[in-house]
Nanobody, 122 residues
Framework: QVQLVESGGGLVQPGGSLRLSCAASGSIFSINAMGWYRQAPGKQRELVATITSSGRTNYADSVKGRFTISRDNAKDTAYLQMNSLKPEDTAVYYC????????????????WGQGTQVTVSS
C-alpha cells in the first residue's frame, strides 16, 4: 500500500498564502497521478487540482489562477501553492494518489491522505 502524509495547513487571513505538501511512501509502486481535493463543512468533496507524472495539470475553475499544483517525482511528493486565499477556500484539503501496485500484479489503486485543515478568516 501507499501512505500519504500531508502538511502545511493552517489559519491565514484573506489574501494570504499557504503551501501544502503531500509525501507518498510505501511498498513498490508507481504513481500515475496525484491530486488535491477539499471538503468544506456541509459540502461534498471536490477536486482542486491534479497533476500527472509528465506534469500535465488540471484545476477547478474556482482556484485557477490562484493555486498551483506541482510534483517532485523523485521524492514522490506533490505540492499545492495557494495564493490570494479567500474565506470560501476554507476546507479540509486531502491529497490523493493513483498508483500501480507492483506487489499486486500492477493493479491500479488509490490512496488518500489524512487531510489537513485550511482556514481563511473572514
Amino acid at each position: 500500500q501507499v501512505q500519504l502524509v500531508e502538511s502545511g495547513g493552517g489559519l491565514v487571513q484573506p489574501g494570504g498564502s499557504l503551501r501544502l505538501s503531500c509525501a507518498a511512501s510505501g511498498s513498490i509502486f508507481s504513481i500515475n497521478a496525484m491530486g488535491w481535493y477539499r471538503q468544506a463543512p456541509g459540502k461534498q468533496r471536490e477536486l482542486v487540482a491534479t497533476i500527472t507524472s509528465s506534469g500535465r495539470t488540471n484545476y477547478a475553475d474556482s482556484v485557477k489562477g490562484r493555486f498551483t499544483i506541482s510534483r517532485d517525482n523523485a521524492k514522490d511528493t506533490a505540492y499545492l501553492q495557494m495564493n490570494s486565499l479567500k474565506p470560501e477556500d476554507t476546507a479540509v484539503y486531502y491529497c490523493n494518489a493513483d498508483y500501480l501496485d507492483f506487489l499486486s500484479s500492477g493493479r491500479l489503486r488509490s490512496s488518500w491522505g489524512q487531510g489537513t485543515q485550511v482556514t481563511v478568516s473572514s
